[in-house]
């Protein structure tokens, strides 16, 4: 799945339930369901929600797509949230002591973050 593919998953899911699918069927091709009935559609509704299960049968009924595994899915997340803190203005150090109970940045790893996120 390509990235701008993922993230309109995200979109059109919201983060909770992106999550949630990622959990559940992530690392493989996920067949979304055609219509509002059905076994699938009741697994689907029971891990997104009825209103996400909705969006994405809107989005792709009947189509195929492939669900990232959440570890990648949160890297992305959290290069964006570094994205957002650097526009904000703060420093690497800063972002890092932010993030240290967290996932143990140092201000190394959020400058090389920053930087693949620009490449």
Request: charge should be positive.
């Amino acid at each position: 799945m390509l990235k701008e593919s993922r993230n309109e998953l995200r979109r059109i899911l919201g983060e909770e339930a992106f999550a949630a699918f990622c959990d559940r069927w992530g690392g493989r091709d996920y067949d979304i369901p055609r219509v509002k009935a059905g076994d699938k559609w009741r697994a689907l509704v029971s891990v997104v929600g009825a209103a996400g299960a909705a969006r994405l049968l809107a989005w792709g009924g009947g189509g195929r797509v492939y669900v990232p595994y959440r570890h990648a899915c949160m890297l992305d997340r959290r290069r964006a949230v570094l994205r957002e803190l650097a526009a904000a203005g703060l420093s690497p150090a800063s972002i890092a002591k932010c993030y240290r109970f967290e996932s143990r940045l140092t201000a190394r790893q959020v400058t090389t973050l920053l930087n693949e996120a620009e490449g």
